[in-house]
């Protein structure tokens, strides 16, 4: 038995992404209520935890397993290989998703580049009026509200989800593409939607990087 096993087993049982902190904490605490059993690995550190991570990565790839190793804004889950998404899919069938039109991917673009933020900022960059876009944006899981500006009237700040890094493939903010990386690639858009959120899809891979690249540059115009 190694520690890669051991956290191997971890993943594949775990309903949601786990940190590192949170298996080196489930390794190290098995087994401290039964004596007779102990546990090898009661003593293993976080950055032990990280290198078996990397190794469990790397032997996937090598081996060409159906299954990857994902690091996500939350933590390390193991997931199916995109490779095989038209047969897993049959698995779990999901309605076609709606495409975000350009004003959306525009205003979504200025509130991630920029969050948090009030609609009147927002609507200064863009030129006109963003209620109905960021009504959109929030019933699909991309926008949320973030809480209250400090001044007067106290409006309303937003900012982007959980839902939202995942979506476009994540695990930060600071991976946030600037205005010279988009105009050579664009956000890969990878994550299903979850079942409890509509799902969306870009405008299209060039016209996404295009929108969101000429947000950046309005956003930053603005500081």
Known sequence: MTLARVIEALLFSA??????????????????????????????????????????????IEQQRAFQLVEK?????????????????QLVPTPKPARLTAPALETLAIIAYRQPIMRADVEAVRGV????????LMERGLVKIAGRAEIPGRPLLYATTQFFLDHFGLRNLDELPNVEELRT?????????????????????????????????????GD
């Open 15 to 60: 309903p949601k992404p786990l940190s590192i902190t949170e298996i080196a904490a489930a390794v190290k605490s098995a087994g401290a209520e039964d004596d007779l059993s102990p546990n090898e690995f009661a003593r293993t550190t976080e950055s032990q935890v990280a290198a078996a991570l990397e190794q469990l990565k790397i032997e996937y």
């Open 129 to 136: 009026t963003i209620e109905g876009v960021l009504q959109t």
């Open 73 to 89: 804004a939350e933590g390390w889950q193991l997931a199916s290989d995109p490779a095989y998404v038209h047969w897993v899919r």
């Open 185 to 221: 690639r664009h956000l890969p858009v990878s994550a299903p939607a979850p079942a409890t959120v509509a799902g969306v899809v870009d405008a299209g891979p060039q016209s996404a990087a295009a929108t969101i690249a000429d947000a950046r540059s309005q956003s930053d115009k």
